[in-house]
């Protein structure tokens, strides 16, 4: 069974605090909900792309949310909840389900689904928005857009690695290297590639910035064609021409399942990047990105309010 959608899960979450009779917390309801629920050990270790909670733990606690914003749940103390007599009355006409339209019809949760055109300055009705999220959280919208903003820039960055200079490639990967930790001073490692060119070896980077051990690069700036096995062996034979065993194969394409496989079979250590592993490392590192907003999440910081309690 897959993570159910933190709609299908409030009504669940009801039924289990009133069973309950007291207070309970999302992560008590959370573990017995997944057994009532059926779900598996992989469900449960499913997490949000931040990797900051579980997907399953998050619908329950905005479950939890709503229905305290409709005032079916009222809180406690901190962290913990529990039925109100408006949720018990709602379970006596034993609902089929509740979500998001069903808790509309309590005025308090009209309230908060209008607080964003109200804060924004805007009441006409049109814009007094609903949070409308349909099954995902909120979080979840948040992590999903950004995601999709972070694929697209992967993949433009990606067109754009596939246009530039072969020159002006090999300076990306020195920028990235030495960003990265590679390379000690950005000098040395923009001496060191592209100055060797001995047998698919297209350039000697230090591993660290003392130089205790270096690493053999080679670098492929294709717009389309796949990097084959033979070209990956080659490179592995550079390396044993050179008494070596470390190695970074970087390519604006992509490896083939051959010579993916090759590498994993032989006893030196070469590390393969494709196009898209590049561009997502250059934005890890901000190399040819830059940062145009920020949009810090925020929460409630409930030791600072204790002393008030």
Do not use: C, H
């Amino acid at each position: 069974m897959a993570v159910p959608d933190y709609q299908s899960v409030m009504l669940p979450l009801l039924k289990y605090a009133a069973n309950r009779k007291g207070e309970i917390s999302t992560g008590q309801a959370a573990d017995a909900l997944a057994i009532s629920l059926d779900l598996s050990e992989e469900d449960l270790k499913q997490m949000l792309p931040s990797g900051i909670s579980t997907t399953f733990l998050n619908r329950v606690g905005w479950a939890a949310t709503y229905m305290k914003k409709a005032g079916l749940l009222e809180a406690t103390r901190r962290g913990f909840y529990r039925i109100a007599d408006r949720g018990l009355n709602l379970l006596k006409t034993n609902p089929q389900t509740i979500n998001v339209k069903l808790l509309t019809q309590y005025p308090e949760f009209q309230e908060f689904q209008n607080l964003k055109g109200t804060r924004s300055g805007d009441k006409s009705k049109e814009s007094a928005g609903v949070f409308d999220f349909t099954n995902i959280t909120p979080s979840e919208a948040l992590e999903r857009a950004y995601e999709n903003l972070r694929d697209e820039l992967t993949d433009d960055l990606l067109k754009r690695l596939k246009q530039i200079k072969p020159t002006f490639f090999e300076r990306i990967v020195v920028d990235l290297l030495v960003k990265m930790g590679y390379g000690g001073s950005r000098a040395d490692a923009g001496k060191a590639i592209g100055k060797s060119g001995d047998g698919g070896i297209d350039g000697i980077i230090k591993e660290d910035k003392l130089g205790l051990d270096v690493v053999y690069i080679q670098a492929k700036r294709w717009d389309s064609n796949s990097v084959g096995r033979p070209d990956v062996m080659q490179f592995a034979g550079a390396l044993q021409a050179q008494k070596a065993n470390k190695g970074i194969f970087i390519t604006t394409s992509r490896f083939t399942d051959e010579a993916t496989n090759y590498v994993a079979r032989i006893g030196s250590k070469i590390v393969l990047i494709d196009g898209e592993q590049l561009a997502e490392l250059m934005i890890e590192n901000d190399v040819g990105v830059s940062t145009v907003g920020l949009y810090p999440v925020k929460k409630i910081d409930s030791d600072y309010f204790d002393e008030g309690i």
